[in-house]
T-cell receptor
Framework: AQSVTQLGSHVSVSEGALVLLRCNYS??????LFWYVQYPNQGLQLLLK??????LVKGINGFEAEFKKSETSFHLTKPSAHMSDAAEYFC??????????FGAGTRLFVKA | GAGVSQSPSNKVTEKGKDVELRCDPI?????LYWYRQRLGQGLEFLIY????????KSGLPSDRFSAERTGESVSTLTIQRTQQEDSAVYLC???????????????FGPGTRLTVL
């Protein structure tokens, strides 16, 4: 069975600081991995995805994530936080096909 | 419109009433999903439709919940005899690819916020 664990339900950073949101997964087969972002009162929007190939993937708004098979991790990073990055972030895993398992989410706060 | 739309955006109802939530997927998307998001929590899978196949209802929490989809278009999620625990945001998503060997980018609607008093 697949599962996703996001470490930290809330993360607070200062504007300009590094953003690191942690995600670990379990999957019996090579997974497809996703990060979605949810801004207040909006639906989820795909930030980036890993399917095959390069393990470092770049997404929108300067975010990137690295697939580390040995650590079963897919942490999301951004070198310099912006106030507009404040949102909820969801890590998700899929083996292909329709079923996507979402983590519980991490709410990012950005302090001025 | 180009995106997934949902209506109503907000619904307040009294305990025991039935509610219907609507989702219009992106045109041409064969797969449609419903999720529930309780306050401060992640997404809870409810049901999945793919073309003319039988829907996967494995996530529906009780028999008070049901959903229908007409062809590859509109879907309605119905909750009968609502309870306060049903209060949540109900999100709909659609995707174009749902083959077993393909990844699955889902496009989400803005959600319907349901409040059961």
């Amino acid at each position: 069975a697949q599962s996703v664990t996001q470490l930290g339900s809330h993360v607070s950073v200062s504007e300009g600081a590094l953003v690191l949101l942690r995600c670990n997964y379990s999957s019996s087969v090579p997974p497809y991995l996703f990060w979605y972002v949810q801004y207040p009162n909006q639906g989820l929007q795909l930030l980036l995805k890993y399917t095959t190939g390069a393990t470092l993937v770049k997404g929108i708004n300067g975010f990137e994530a690295e697939f580390k098979k040995s650590e079963t991790s897919f942490h999301l990073t951004k070198p310099s936080a912006h106030m507009s990055d404040a949102a909820e972030y969801f890590c998700a895993v899929s083996r292909g096909g329709f079923k996507t398992i979402f983590g519980a989410g991490t709410r990012l706060f950005v302090k001025a | 419109g180009a995106g997934v739309s949902q209506s109503p955006s907000n619904k307040v109802t009294e305990k025991g009433k039935d509610v219907e939530l609507r989702c219009d997927p992106i045109s041409g998307h064969t797969a449609l999903y419903w999720y529930r998001q309780r306050l401060g929590q992640g997404l809870e899978f409810l049901i999945y439709f793919q073309g003319n196949s039988a829907p996967d209802k494995s996530g529906l929490p009780s028999d008070r919940f049901s959903a229908e989809r007409t062809g590859e278009s509109v879907s309605t999620l119905t909750i009968q005899r609502t309870q306060q625990e049903d209060s949540a945001v109900y999100l709909c998503a659609s995707s174009a690819l749902a083959a077993r060997s393909s990844y699955n980018e889902q496009f989400f609607g803005p959600g319907t916020r349901l409040t059961v008093l």
